[in-house]
């Protein structure tokens, strides 16, 4: 079967269509939408006065126009309760994307639930609860005080200690200021739960404490500094595949040489060209294909490292341009503390890095060269450094980050134009919490405490473990374990004898048993082990605030009804801690039920002004009208101030064009441009990195053990878990299993042809991937596809994490045996390389 839309005409938004503001709830880059709906029984016409294009439609329209949408921008949803035709198509008026995008956010309407198309189905409607051997509809009330009161009592018999929470922590769908507000003052202001995780890594700790802790926040620049680099240097990152339109819009041009006029203005004192960019990454990317085409290979440096040796290349190259003079003294000396000493520590030569990274030496210096060798006439060269998940979730995150964090410090590239040591992100952030002090560094382990044994009652708040996970495999047997022994004990009392039905939890708790909450939009593969199952809303059907890569925050504005009873994340705290202070007050602990108070919000309005704007550096000048007047551009946290309409000067963000001049909230462009970093000298702090091999237990006799590397991440067709694609045709049609790259040399060996249904194996577990035939990958390197539901990488991924308990995903070994010939389902795949070509 081939997917296809069943839509051949397409109504056309009238000219008075409701025009409302949309993020891109999916990746980090936040790209710019206009959501336009209109009622059912309506449509606009060709004339320019008749739609909302403002635009003769009877006309061809100019390449590149604005004035039209695809089928995956369309769909009919409800709005306060009445059918509306719903358009979702990409601002050309935001700086983000100006009018690009991709293949998850251009379906962001076609994803969105309706039950006059049929699309999103799947999503929940009621909160469930296990009865009757399986999950039946209830009411709120009925499905929260049950939370409330199995979670009491366990925080009664085992402490706080025994509810164990995993959580969002970022914006974006399943979190925003108003969510991770409302969770986190649940959690760590009513109560002050420490077995707690975030939806990524198996505790409560930042990706790069590495960064922190040297006095550097980790999303220091702006996209623009992708236009004005000299040299980009990405590490560990796939960006035209996953953080797509920023690389398309903001790195494109400054490889083809288009932005050098912006780079003239900007930087008047010295030469420019067309940029170049080194890629540090294992693997052969589409990314490296793209940059390639758009650069000339001339200006492409490919470092394909030996997986997870990253650390010993800076600490080369830092040395190299040490050597070299080329580090930026004065800089040195008035902004950063312990250049020497870590210097001195950090040595390695270009041979010894060579050897571990299996890199050329002649590779090492060329890099070394585009980052840090003087432009004609002596100017410093600017280069961006930015890296993701091959960095993060690689070998010795800490000290990894760290000492990439020296080379962007030793040649003064934080702060200033062109410049920045970047994270290239994830989810967009969204992160507003009370303290989380009491956590503690290192922080549990929380996997290991559900695996073994520990807590009573479990919260989930968008997340499955079950696909997302390390050690998956055993995690699921002992989540699978736990949780059956309270649906037993469920099964054995009437539903309707709430008091019985208690009991009967709690002495399965007593006997090993977990009870399990899962809060989510639609059913999850945790959620088969769930006793309770509450249905959430998720943006677009809820106001939500967010920023993106570049602390660019804006508000996605509430453009549909949430399905059925489900309900913002926020408002369900609310739910939860209400229904808490409840079951205590009903226990006789009126003073432990006065800690949830204050959960008196109607709306995620009041969640943000309770959260965000009391709390956020600059939150004081942010409201949900003065973003709503922002638009797609909003403001570059942190705010600093507002600016009345009419004000002199600043029209900061918004866009050209923009006539009503509302005021604007004046926002920061870079972090550390005045060259004072979060220390409380003002100063960032060099760190000593030394190489120690493979960091995480048991890595290196995994890859002594196994033969291939299983290195695994993204497609640019799936978001995430593929949880808005698990019944999708579009998607599932493509991928009916995650698939694997592999050399066609080894694929031989394995007796393999392409889309062969094979086995990954090792000491932690098994799963399965299609074979995909890759020719740029080198023998015994194999990539699959990340929690994907028909087969999930996190199985054969050990539980192995670093000292602050940061998981270790991409440094994985295995072995492949075949199971079948090519799945029915698999036959119609093509399975051509999807190396970028220019026609
Ligand atoms: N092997 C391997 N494992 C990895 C990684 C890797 O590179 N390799 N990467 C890690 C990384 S970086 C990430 S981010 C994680 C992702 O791990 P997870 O966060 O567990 O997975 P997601 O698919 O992003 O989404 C989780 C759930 O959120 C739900 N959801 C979406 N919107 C909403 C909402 O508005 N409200 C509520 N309540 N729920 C919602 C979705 O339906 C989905 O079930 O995986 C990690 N695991
Ligand atoms: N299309 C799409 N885009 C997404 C997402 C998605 O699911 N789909 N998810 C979003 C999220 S939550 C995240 S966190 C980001 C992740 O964004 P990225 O980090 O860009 O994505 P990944 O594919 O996880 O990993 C990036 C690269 O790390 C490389 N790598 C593996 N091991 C090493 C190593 O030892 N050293 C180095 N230098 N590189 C290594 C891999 O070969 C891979 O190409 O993407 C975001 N954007
Ligand atoms: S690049 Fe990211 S934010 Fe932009 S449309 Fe695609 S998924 Fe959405
Ligand atoms: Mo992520």
Redesign the pocket.
Known sequence: MAYKRNIDRLPIPPRDARVQNVTCH????GCGYKAYSWPVDRQGGNAAAQNAFNANLAEQQPAETANWYSPAMYNIVRQNGKDVHLVIKPDVECSVNAGLG???GARMAEMSYSRTTGTQAQRLTDPLVWRYGGMSPTSWDDAVALVAEVTRRVVEEQGEDGLIVSAFD?GGAGGGYENTWATGKLYFESMKVKNIRIH?RPAYNSEVHGSRDMGVGELNNCYEDAELADTIMV?????L????NYFLNHWVPNLRGTSLDKKRREMPNEPHAAGRIII????R?V?VAACETEAGKENVLH?A??????LALFNALLTEVAARGWVDRPFIAASTSGYDAAAAANRTTIEEAARITGLSADDIRKAAAWIAEPKQGGARRRTMFA?????????DNYRTNQSLVNLALATGNVGRPGGGCVR????QEGYSRPSDAHVGRPAAYVDQLLIGGRGGVHHIWACDHFKTTLNASEFKRAYKRRTDLVKAAMDGVPAGDRAAQVDAIMGAIRQGGLFSVDMDIVPTQIGTCAHVVLPAATAGEMNLTSMNGERRMRLTERYMDPPGQSLPDCLIVVKLAQALERSWRAAGKGDIADKFKGYDWISEEDAFNDGYRKHERGGEHVTYARLRAMGTNGFQEPATGYQEAGGQGGRGNLPAGSTAAPGVIVGTKRLYSDGRFGKPDGKATFASTQWRGFQAEGKQAEKDKFRFLV???????????AYLDQQNDFVRDRFPLPYIEMNPADMAELRLTQGDLVEVFNDNGATQAMAWPTPSARRGET?ML??YPTGVQGNVVSKGVNEFIIPN???TWGNIRKIADAPESVRHLTFKPQEYRQA
């Open positions: 999916f990746c980090i880059v991709s293949i998850r970022h990524n590490v560990g990152a796939n960006p595949e996953t953080q797509t540090v990454d294992p693997r990317t990314t470092l490292i030996n997986s997870g040796t990253d890296y993701e998940k091959g960095l993060i979730w690689g070998n290239l992100g994830g989810h290195n695994n991440g993204r497609a640019n067709h799936i978001w995430q878990s990539f990340f929690a995903y991409k440094q």
